[in-house]
């Protein structure tokens, strides 16, 4: 059987995008006194696998099987803190030659497409965002208007 740093009985928790990613659920799983690791292993779940050909490998979040309740519990923590939209605060100035009656504010605009009103300044649509989502971009950006 392989051995992985620090994970005694190698259970596959999760799939994960990156190695930030893995290395950040690692943190909040060890945080909760559950061994991890990340790894990257072969996808059984691939069609290639299932015919019996070699997959090509994902990355894993990897605990002992005595931590899988505990380490359920803290992901279901961890995707609800991560799963809240992302806003973004935008400058809504028009673009140059659009008409000025469009006039220049501040906007809250979410990922799943809600925004809030134009505000005058960038503070009053930062807690239009907030009332939102906790999942605030801290830097503001240009959004220009008209045509």
Same mark, same amino acid.
């Not at 994970?7 to 945080?31: H, K």
């Not at 995707?79 to 806003?87: A, F, G, I, L, Y």
């Given at each position: 059987?392989?051995?992985?740093?620090?994970?005694?009985?190698?259970?596959?928790?999760? @799939?994960?995008?990156?190695?930030?990613?893995?290395?950040? %659920? *690692? &943190?909040?799983?060890?945080?909760? /006194?559950?061994?991890?690791?990340?790894?990257?292993?072969?996808?059984?779940?691939?069609?290639?696998?299932?015919?019996?050909?070699?997959?090509?490998?994902?990355?894993?979040?990897?605990?002992n099987g005595s931590d899988m309740d505990r380490a359920?519990?803290?992901?279901?923590?961890? @995707?609800?803190?991560?799963?809240?939209?992302?806003?973004? %605060? *935008? &400058?809504?100035?028009?673009?140059? /030659?659009?008409?000025?009656?469009?006039?220049?504010?501040?906007?809250?605009?979410?990922?799943?497409?809600?925004?809030?009103?134009?505000?005058?300044?960038?503070?009053?649509?930062?807690?239009?965002?907030?009332?939102?989502?906790?999942?605030?971009?801290?830097?503001?950006?240009?959004?220009?208007?008209?045509?």
């Open positions: 059987m392989r051995r992985f740093s620090g994970v005694d009985e190698p259970t596959p928790l999760m @799939e994960v995008r990156d190695e930030t990613e893995g290395n950040d %659920i *690692c &943190e909040r799983l060890r945080a909760a /006194g559950v061994k991890c690791a990340v790894e990257s292993l072969p996808d059984a779940n691939s069609f290639t696998s299932i015919w019996g050909g070699r997959a090509e490998d994902v990355l894993k979040v990897l605990v359920r519990s803290v992901i279901r923590d961890y @995707e609800r803190d991560t799963s809240e939209h992302r806003v973004s %605060i *935008c &400058e809504t100035r028009p673009l140059p /030659g659009a008409s000025s009656e469009l006039g220049k504010g501040f906007e809250a605009i979410c990922e799943c497409d809600w925004t809030g009103p134009i505000r005058d300044t960038s503070d009053e649509a930062m807690n239009d965002a907030r009332k939102h989502s906790r999942n605030v971009s801290p830097d503001i950006v240009w959004a220009p208007r008209g045509s």
